[in-house]
Nanobody, 121 residues
Framework: QVQLVESGGGLVQPGGSLRLSCAAS????????MSWYRQVPGKERELVAT????????NYADSVKGRFTISRDNGKNTVYLQMNSLKPEDTAVYYC??????????????WGQGTQVTVSS
């Protein structure tokens, strides 16, 4: 059974930091591209950061470049999102996503249940 379980969300003051974790099980984690998305009510889910494997190459949304860092530990089947210099506009539900592209076939895509991040004084 595939599971993606996010943790680490919460309430933080502007300028503060949080570290999100996403623990994966039920699939071969090291062969999947892992991403973090976020969503606020009434808006579409947006991509925050992506990390590939095994190269570990990363991509970030312009809004978080220089503040957020995505990383992964294939030995622990876990992906992380270190969020620094948080702003009120970072407030959202953050979701973990696993994706595996298969040539000529429907890709495998799994989502976590989300974790709330609130940036407020």
């Amino acid at each position: 059974q595939v599971q993606l379980v996010e943790s680490g969300g919460g309430l933080v003051q502007p300028g503060g930091s949080l570290r999100l974790s996403c623990a994966a099980s039920g699939f071969t984690f090291s062969t999947y591209v892992m991403s973090w998305y976020r969503q606020v009510p009434g808006k579409e889910r947006e991509l925050v950061a992506t990390i590939s494997s095994p190269s570990g190459s990363t991509n970030y949304a312009d809004s978080v470049k220089g503040r957020f860092t995505i990383s992964r530990d294939n030995g622990k089947n876990t992906v992380y999102l270190q969020m620094n210099s948080l702003k009120p506009e970072d407030t959202a539900v953050y979701y973990c996503k696993a994706a595996q592209v298969r040539v000529g076939l429907t890709p495998y895509v799994y989502w976590g249940q989300g974790t709330q991040v609130t940036v407020s004084s």
